[in-house]
T-cell receptor, first 110, second 116 residues
Framework: KQEVTQIPAALSVPEGENLVLNCSFT??????LQWFRQDPGKGLTSLLL?????REQTSGRLNASLDKSSGRSTLYIAASQPGDSATYLC?????????FGKGTMLLVSP | ETGVTQSPTHLIKTRGQQVTLRCSSQ?????VSWYQQALGQGPQFIFQ???????GRGNFPPRFSGLQFPNYSSELNVNALELDDSALYLC???????????????FGPGTRLTVL
């Protein structure tokens, strides 16, 4: 059974800092990995999707890497802003399903 | 292009009742998945439908059932509601990318279900 762990569970940083969110998974037989953002009480917004054959993806200030063999992914956020405050979820795709971690709750203070 | 929509936004039910939640897929998508997200947890996979057929199911009892319609919209039905069914229910739509693999999943805003 696939298990996804995200560290840290919560993170508080001042505006402007670069930060790294970590995700690990137990079964390396995945099709892809996706990072999502979730604002309180809202649905999920897809940030980045990395195919299993890829090593990283970039979108603006966000960069996600994938090391499938070691079961790890990182989400790097450059020059953080208060608007980045949200919960970030990592999910791995297996057969017809996404398995999610519990998320990292990020607070960026002005 | 219309995104994924869900209705209703919020719902309050009592134990033992039945509920139906609805989801409209993003235009061009033929696959819909349903997830349950309890407070403080990541979403848990309930089931997936591809072209009106169930195409995978998570660890949820049979009182959780679904339908997908020819226009690829979907319903999630929950019978005999329990207090622990209180959660945010999310649906996601996508298209088939390859055998057993799907393109990026796009999520709706969710339905907040409270069971009293």
């Amino acid at each position: 059974k696939q298990e996804v762990t995200q560290i840290p569970a919560a993170l508080s940083v001042p505006e402007g800092e670069n930060l790294v969110l970590n995700c690990s998974f137990t079964d390396s037989a995945i099709y892809n990995l996706q990072w999502f953002r979730q604002d309180p009480g809202k649905g999920l917004t897809s940030l980045l999707l990395i195919q299993s054959s890829q090593r990283e993806q970039t979108s603006g200030r966000l960069n996600a890497s994938l090391d499938k063999s070691s079961g790890r992914s990182t989400l790097y956020i450059a020059a953080s802003q208060p608007g980045d405050s949200a919960t970030y979820l990592c999910a791995v795709e297996g057969y017809s399903t996404l398995t999610f971690g519990k998320g990292t709750m990020l607070l960026v203070s002005p | 292009e219309t995104g994924v929509t869900q209705s209703p936004t919020h719902l309050i039910k009592t134990r033992g009742q039945q509920v139906t939640l609805r989801c409209s897929s993003q235009s061009g998508h033929n696959t819909v998945s349903w997830y349950q997200q309890a407070l403080g947890q990541g979403p848990q996979f309930i089931f997936q439908y591809y072209r009106e057929e169930e195409n995978g199911r998570g660890n949820f009892p049979p009182r959780f059932s679904g339908l997908q319609f020819p226009n690829y919209s979907s319903e999630l039905n929950v019978n005999a509601l329990e207090l622990d069914d209180s959660a945010l229910y999310l649906c996601a739509s996508s298209t088939l990318a390859g055998v057993n693999s799907y393109n990026e999943q796009f999520f709706g805003p969710g339905t907040r279900l409270t069971v009293l």
